[in-house]
């Protein structure tokens, strides 16, 4: 198979990944002894519609990460341990397919050998990562520990994967600056997204990292809400910009929250609150910090906020054992983010979930190392659907100002959002180029 798959970057120079290499190091981390690995590329999917059309194929980040193929429909990429060999099978592209959507044929063998590669090595067991591959059963316990093992040794970006996210971090920050002066009365959140996402792609993104989440006034409490034509922007909302390019399947996380007009002393105590933690929390990013832990402290960090405020009353440390902070801080920290968004989180290897329920929405439970890329993402909000909740009202009725609380229901909420490089000594900050200011 190709010992190398080039890509031109959106810049027009030459982006090289040693694949070979990649493979390499893989297969030493996963030290498999007598079974077969098999990762499946996927199939597309059918659209929800009476046609032949089928929704974009993306193949299974698994597989694409050990072959850089994009366009593989039904590739297996497959690895013997006994002689330490990868093969790789790809489809066969047919005229239909070079006439209708101009593909090429991709090195490897073809997946009509595949079957007979498999047959000689029947009485061995099998561990399956990626998609499934029909007619092909597996060991699942083995598989499932395999892919932990695997998603661990991916987590460590290359020079070349940081080189790809700091092109798109460059495309996102080209977008956030592009919006400046669309953010007024009386422009739709449907607007912003035009401009932004436009933006992208002018600068070398190919989509989206992620469907972008733009929220005005009450929506910008809303974590996945999806901006709309209709909602106007208006003197005195918070409006939230969750959004990111991707380049060449490498996403970019990003949240900024913006004033139009004229806010409160409330809102702007409650961004400097969110905006404070969240710097603090950035520079903490550093190897052997333990996520969970830093998760905690920016909780705690905030409490102290918030009780400055007069939103809360007590110890901000013992607010956040008590889960106080899930009232305004519902969610984790952060994640980590390359190879899609959210890609390779999770546990640390021999770790259990935690849980508590006040982690049930952080993404990863790790020890940081150099060459990990997180997000760090804190925020504060107001939320009806749980602050208006009378069981909680009861439970936190002498640490709770709710009649405070009550007064600013409906302006929304804040987060910030940055991609953290992590290194052996000050961690950098890929989305520093996107200012972070009410204005």
Known sequence: MQDCTNRLSTYGRCMQFDYPARRERIARALALNHEVLLIGAGHPIPK???????LPFIAHQEYYYLTGHTEAIGGILAYDPRDAKWTSFVPEV???DRVWEGREQIPGVLLAGFPDWLAARRDRP???LGAPIAGVSCDEARSAAIREEYKHARRPKEPAEVELMKRGAAATAAGYAKIQPWLRAGVSERTLQIELETEYFRHGAQCTGYDTIIGAGLQSA???GSPSPDRLLQDGDFVLIDSGAQVDRYVTDVTRTYGIGRLSGFQRDLYQAVLGAQQRACERCRPGMEWKDLHFTTAADMMCSLAAMGVV??????LVEQDVHTLFYPHGLGHMVGLGVRDASGL?????RDPRPSLRSLRMDLVLRAGYIVTVEPGLYLIPAILRDPGRRQRYAKVVNWDLVD????????RIEDNILVTAGEPVNLTAAIPKSLA
Do not use: K, N, W
């Open 48 to 54: 929800p519609e009476i046609s032949d059309a089928l």
């Open 94 to 96: 047919t005229e239909l």
């Open 126 to 128: 099998v561990v399956m």
């Open 222 to 224: 809303v974590f996945h």
């Open 313 to 318: 009353r007590g110890d901000p440390h013992l």
């Open 348 to 352: 640390e290897p021999g770790r259990a």
């Open 407 to 414: 007064q600013h229901l409906h302006i929304g909420g804040v």
